[in-house]
């Protein structure tokens, strides 16, 4: 008689703590806002090196919803391209894109070749040694 007391007395408190969420999600109601709070950054970054010829660029803030920024890169054919962009609530991505300087291009295939030839040296596999 106490076994069968005791299994109901564990198979009841077993049924209590299983019906307890300590974690569980309150879902609020439909009119609260699933928003979080107001984000607000502003960052800035930037890489040039000489050697490589790697120029290139970021900067962004934000405010709430309003978001602007701009980015460049620097072209292999020598012009630097920059875009420029906002979001304004539900706007969306709005960018516009812009370049600087004049693109640069070998005179002809047979030039570039010739440059490519002189300035590039050629290596060959090395020879097998047997010893």
Do not use: C, I
Not at 122 to 129: D, G, L, N
């Amino acid at each position: 008689m106490n076994a069968k007391v005791l299994s109901l007395l564990v198979v009841l408190v077993a049924a209590v703590s299983a019906d307890r969420r300590p974690y569980a999600y309150g879902g609020g109601s439909s009119e609260e806002s699933f928003e979080s709070s107001e984000a607000k950054y502003d960052f800035q970054w930037a890489v040039r090196d000489d050697s490589s010829g790697n120029d290139f660029g970021h900067q962004e803030n934000r405010d709430g919803d309003h978001t602007q920024g701009s980015y460049y890169v620097q072209l292999p054919d020598g012009r630097l391209q920059k875009v420029s962009y906002f979001v304004d609530g539900d706007s969306g991505y709005v960018a516009e894109v812009s370049y600087e300087g004049q693109a640069r291009y070998p005179d002809s295939y047979e030039s570039f070749e010739s440059f490519e030839s002189r300035e590039s040296p050629r290596y060959a596999p090395p020879r097998p040694s047997y010893g």
